[in-house]
C-alpha cells in the first residue's frame, strides 16, 4: 500500500489510454440534459471520474472486487468505473427516486444487472444491512457532502483495508479536513492526497480496524451533527 506524500499530494501518472464508449457518452449527455450531472464538458466528466480508478489501481494493483458508489447521482463516478472495470461489482447509492430511477434504466439498457445494484435509498440505511456492511472493497464519493459526513457512511460499508477514494481540489491538500483522530473514530485513517494527470484531486483513507456498531448514526443524523 502506497501513501500520500506528507508533503504534498502524491503523484499518479496520467489515466492510461482509454476511450469511453459511445453508449456511456450518450447516457452521460442525457444525464446532464435532465440536469442531474454539471456542465462541465463531458470529456473532463469522463477523465475526472476515471481518475478514481487510477487512484485505486495506484494503490492496489487491480481492479477491486466490490465497489459502493454514495450519491451516484446522474452517474459520476459509478457508470463510468462501471464500464472501466468490467469484472467489478457495484452498489450505486442514491436517495433521490428520480436519480436512481434514471440509474436503474441505465443498468438495464447496459444488460449490467448481474453486477450492478442500484439502492435507492440513504447511505445510513445502506450501510446498517447486512447485505453491504463491512463488504466493499472500495467506496467513492463525488460531492457527497462534507467529509465528516462522508466518513460516517463510507466506513460502514469497507472491508478491512478497504479504501475510501473521495473527489477533493487538486491543491496541495488540506489535512485538517481529514483530522486523523476523528477518522479512526469509524475506523478509517487518512492515506493522504493524490493528485492525477496535475489536474484532478482525490483523498484517500484505508479502512484499518471495524467500523463500530454504532454508526451510521440514524438517519440525517450525520448530517445534522458531522463527526468533523
Do not use: N
Not at 447511505?123 to 466493499?136: L, P
Amino acid at each position: 500500500m502506497v501513501a500520500g506524500s506528507p508533503g504534498g499530494p502524491e503523484l499518479v501518472a496520467g489515466i492510461p489510454a482509454w476511450r469511453a464508449s459511445e453508449e456511456l457518452r450518450a447516457t452521460l449527455e442525457a444525464s446532464r440534459r435532465a440536469g442531474f450531472i454539471g456542465e462541465t464538458s463531458l470529456d473532463d466528466h469522463l477523465s475526472h471520474a476515471a481518475g478514481f480508478a487510477a487512484v485505486v489501481e495506484h494503490l492496489t494493483g487491480a481492479p477491486p472486487g466490490l465497489v459502493a458508489d454514495l450519491g451516484s447521482g446522474g452517474g459520476l463516478p459509478a457508470l463510468v468505473l462501471a464500464e472501466w472495470w468490467r469484472a467489478t461489482e457495484f452498489v450505486l447509492i442514491e436517495s433521490q427516486q428520480r436519480r436512481a430511477g434514471f440509474l436503474h434504466e441505465v443498468v438495464q439498457a447496459r444488460a449490467w444487472t448481474d453486477r450492478v445494484t442500484v439502492l435507492q435509498g440513504r447511505a445510513e440505511v445502506a450501510g446498517r444491512d447486512g447485505r453491504w456492511r463491512g463488504t466493499c472493497d472500495v467506496v467513492t464519493a463525488r460531492s457527497f457532502g462534507r467529509p465528516g459526513v462522508t466518513a460516517e457512511c463510507a466506513a460502514p460499508l469497507l472491508r478491512g483495508g478497504g479504501l475510501l477514494v473521495v473527489s477533493e481540489p487538486p491543491s496541495e491538500g488540506d489535512q485538517a479536513r481529514w483530522p486523523p483522530e476523528r477518522c479512526a473514530d469509524v475506523g478509517l485513517e487518512p492515506l493522504g492526497a493524490f493528485r492525477v494527470a496535475d489536474q484532478f484531486g482525490y483523498e484517500v483513507l484505508q479502512q484499518t480496524s471495524r467500523c463500530p456498531e454504532r454508526y451510521p448514526r440514524r438517519t440525517g443524523v450525520p448530517a445534522k451533527r458531522p463527526l468533523f
